[in-house]
């Protein structure tokens, strides 16, 4: 009974509806637009988003913890600009060394993260909104503010842009589905591990919980808030790099000013901004329902302002939900909040 | 002697200027239940933070399990099997059970990857040992209070405790769950574990204990055997003086029309039914356990959890009190149950406590406040309540629960309320305070208020009403007036009445 009960509550109410939202929406598309019925579309859907779930499990970790960041879209520019930058400068063409400065950049950013939440006590929202600011302003003026083109781009990164891991003959030509699904499976896999199956995980939900009872419970809350922002900071460098090979050219103003349509997958997805509460099948859903929509108005006819319209939609709706289920909660031990 | 699982010799602990603790010696036997009696301030807590190694004592010295410290830590109290249940029990709220309990264990064995068969091994084994049927699967959060005491100490279980010290383990449970709990302690026992148990509840302290020592301003005044004492000498040994709680009597002309008429309210599950009246310096006694819809009717009489069906008069006149604003207008206030985080703004100051109530009458020229005479308003309060505080400027969450409670009464007693509805005002409160939380009530009275009196503690009510309403299964079984209430046989029937719906509430079976 009990394994089948802790298997039972990994799926709950939240990934169901949101499930059942995606194949609505899918069925309402297709009957629309024929066309959107392609292996060409999913392969092109899981390709933008591809970035987004990568980035949206550090997140989810983030958010567990009680926390939130607003900076790290600005961590994956830093670290994967710095990266392409020295490449090019310094003539190097390898993978693993974009991927290593990057990694490494984008870690040590989420530290300092970490530490001045710990230090100054101070909302996580305040500090990242400012680090956000700050990372972004260090690099363009203390770095380089140039904007590096197709032409220029270290070839190893064009290449692995628009590597595919295999194709398939379509009537629409050859598909191939992008190579970004590996580092994407792998932060799935990674997050999913460190989330159920280590103590730092559990302590990390415990302090989303509690900080109090983790505290009481002889968890460091400091070392955890290293481990969760240094996480997210080291998936939004892996992030960058992959988004920079995908564009193939590096651009010193893109990615900032993305992290909030991140956010609202993950709350789209039942991830709770009070901590402790959020699930990875809800983070992938949330994030996939966004760019579900993103890339479909085309097929409805729609021009992409809708895409705001929608979005915020669904968030508010999906927010409301969470409002009126407390509501009711408090209702029965008879707290009047409203 | 050998058989003694905690000997603390001579403790003593100062805080800048107060001596919390002075040269208190207390031995604890192997399984035994031993309380700790005294007041608010009277240094059990900080007897119990000595022990489990948060504070470090200034003399004396503490020997477990035959092992000499001179100071504690946390660590070293823990592996010689103190545990201490706080009253928030530290659970995390979105956790299962399971792991609520059998997480502190595995942190302990230093785990770093968690195999969930082992948490649900662990979890198990504790629940078992002391034969408790739970759900470990549901979140804490899901959990009745006492489904959440229990898990708090299989948490402690787990982690090899030997002596668990109970910090007012009852204060939120209903009766039944009371009962179950006080057997789960006493099976405890039977298995050999001490446990030290903190209660502001005399009649649970003679139903389980076998030993009390009493605390007073941080001496103790002695070691009893429960047996030896009654709940008299208790709280005289607790106060050092009598407490006597003098009966209210209604002065004011018999035949005053009802300030509050109540015809036929109910609302669907929460009350049926309801009909009474209340006039000018009555105390009107609501008795009725948890959960008999006290509390809801309550909160529908100041504007929130509005009722279904059912007229309510006020002066006379019909009143929809459809928000706490209009009941406030009205003149009605409300006590609510939970002080914490119904009555009270925690983070702020007593001064800013108290004169929440009438911020429309301190406003000067564009909608300031009126500094100067904001602080007298509250100061008067202090004094009046006589509210032991540093200060009109100290955040009520650090002052103790008596204290916190004289300022929820003050900040309504500043808006001199016509009606002012308590639902129970001494849970969690030491004698003393008690005492003078009811004289303050018997006062407003007689200055022609009404009170709505609200409470499951019979004594208080024979003491402070002089009607009585008996509330149990949502509706009100019976109502007394002044002349049922000067009877020989009063508070004998209401025991009876309460008594008998407890009884057919077991009947139909109630799980934790």
Redesign the interface.
């Known amino acids: 009974m009990s394994e089948g009960a802790i298997q039972r509550r990994r799926v709950s109410a939240t990934e169901g509806i949101l499930a059942c939202v995606v194949l609505l929406y899918c069925v309402m598309v297709a009957a629309v637009n024929p066309a959107f019925l392609s292996v060409e579309t999913l392969f092109d859907i899981v390709r933008s988003s591809s970035t987004a779930v990568i980035v949206g499990m550090g997140l989810l970790l983030v958010m567990l913890s009680g926390g939130i960041d607003v900076s790290f879209m600005s961590i994956a520019l830093f670290g994967s600009y710095v990266a392409a930058y020295l490449m090019i400068r310094l003539k190097i063409d390898s993978l693993a060394f974009a991927f290593a400065v990057s990694i490494g950049l984008g870690t040590t950013l989420g530290l300092v993260n970490a530490l001045l939440v710990n230090w100054l006590n101070l909302p996580p929202f305040i500090i990242t909104l400012g680090t956000q600011n700050l990372f972004h302003g260090v690099m363009t003026t203390f770095i380089s503010d140039k904007t590096f083109g197709a032409g220029v781009m270290p070839s190893v990164l064009s290449k692995f842009g628009s590597a595919t891991l295999f194709t398939l003959k379509t009537r629409q030509g050859v598909m191939g589905l992008t190579v970004a699904v590996i580092p994407m499976c792998l932060s799935i896999l990674l997050t999913w591990f460190i989330v159920y199956r280590t103590m730092t995980g559990r302590g990390v939900v415990a302090m989303g919980n509690s900080p109090e009872s983790a505290r009481r419970a002889g968890f460091n809350l400091l070392k955890l808030r290293l481990f969760t922002y240094g996480y997210i900071g080291a998936l939004a460098a892996v992030m960058g790099v992959v988004y920079i090979s995908q564009v193939n050219a590096v651009y010193p103003n893109k990615l900032v000013g993305n992290e909030l349509m991140i956010i609202a997958g993950a709350v789209i997805g039942g991830v709770k901004d009070t901590g402790g509460r959020g699930k990875i099948l809800g983070v992938i859903l949330g994030i996939a329902i966004i760019y579900l929509l993103n890339s479909t108005l085309i097929f409805l006819g729609l021009s992409s302002s809708w895409n705001n319209f929608f979005v915020g939609t669904l968030l508010v709706a999906s927010v409301a939900v969470t409002s009126w289920q407390n509501r009711r909660k408090n209702r029965k031990n008879l707290l009047f909040m409203e | 002697m050998s058989n003694l699982v905690l000997q603390a010799k001579a403790l003593s602990k100062k805080f800048v200027g107060v001596q919390a603790l002075d040269k208190v010696s207390l031995d604890i036997e192997a399984g035994t239940i031993h309380c700790l009696a005294g007041e608010n301030g009277s240094g059990k807590s900080t007897f119990v933070k000595t022990i489990s190694g948060i504070y470090q004592p200034d003399e004396g010295e503490i020997v477990l399990n035959g092992n000499v410290y001179a100071a504690l830590t946390p660590a070293h109290a823990m592996r010689e099997g103190v545990q201490v249940i706080y009253q928030d029990l530290?659970?995390?709220?979105?956790?299962?059970l399971?792991?609520n309990i059998a997480?502190?264990r595995?942190?302990?064995d230093g785990?770093?990857?968690?195999d969930?068969?082992e948490v649900?091994r662990v979890a198990?084994e504790q629940t078992e040992k002391i034969g408790v049927d739970v759900d470990?699967?549901a979140t804490a959060i899901e959990t009745s209070m006492a489904g959440r005491q229990i898990a708090a100490i299989c948490r402690a279980l787990s982690q090899d405790a030997r002596l668990l010290f109970m910090d007012e383990p009852t204060a939120a449970l209903t009766r039944q769950e009371v009962d179950r709990l006080l057997k789960v302690v006493c099976e405890l026992k039977n298995n050999g574990l001490s446990v030290v148990f903190i209660s502001h509840k005399l009649d649970e302290i003679f139903r389980i204990s076998d030993n009390i020592t009493i605390f007073r301003d941080g001496k103790k005044v002695g070691d009893f055997e429960s047996a030896r004492l009654d709940e008299k000498s208790l709280a005289y040994h607790m106060t050092g003086r009598d407490v006597r709680y003098p009966r209210y009597r209604r002065e004011a002309e018999a035949a005053a029309a009802p300030l509050l008429a109540v015809k036929g309210l109910s609302k669907q599950g929460h009350y049926h039914d309801v009909s009474f009246e209340i006039r000018r310096g009555d105390i009107l006694g609501l008795i009725g356990l948890l959960g008999s819809g006290r509390?809801?009717l309550a909160?529908s009489l100041f504007g929130?959890?509005p009722p279904d069906t059912g007229v309510v008069a006020f002066e006379g006149k019909t009143a929809r009190i459809s928000s706490p604003v209009e009941a406030k207008r009205l003149g009605i206030a409300l006590l609510p149950e939970d002080r914490g985080?119904?009555g009270l703004f925690r983070e702020r100051g007593i001064r800013e406590n108290i004169t929440s109530t009438l911020l429309d009458r301190l406003a000067v020229g564009l909608r300031a406040i009126d500094a100067h005479r904001e602080r007298e308003i509250a100061e008067e309060g202090v004094k009046k309540l006589r509210i032991r505080a540093p200060g009109v400027e100290t955040p009520v969450g650090t002052l103790s629960g008596g204290n916190a409670q004289k300022v929820v009464v003050a900040k309504w007693s500043a808006a001199n309320p016509k009606l002012f509805i308590m639902d129970s005002p001494t849970v969690g409160i030491d004698i003393g305070s008690k005492a003078e939380i009811y004289e303050m009530v018997q006062s407003f009275a007689k200055g022609h208020m009404a009170v709505l009196f609200i409470t499951d503690e019979l004594e208080e009510l024979m003491c402070n009403c002089n009607r009585v309403l008996v509330m149990a299964n949502h509706r009100i079984i019976a109502a007394l007036d002044e002349g049922d209430m000067e009877q020989p046989g009063a508070e004998r029937r209401i025991a009876d009445l309460i008594g008998g719906s407890a009884r057919k509430e077991e009947e139909r079976g109630v799980r934790i």
């Open positions: 530290s659970l995390f709220p979105y956790m299962s399971a792991e997480l502190n595995l942190r302990l785990v770093k990857i968690v969930w068969k649900w198990k470990l699967n509390t809801e909160m929130l959890n985080s119904q």
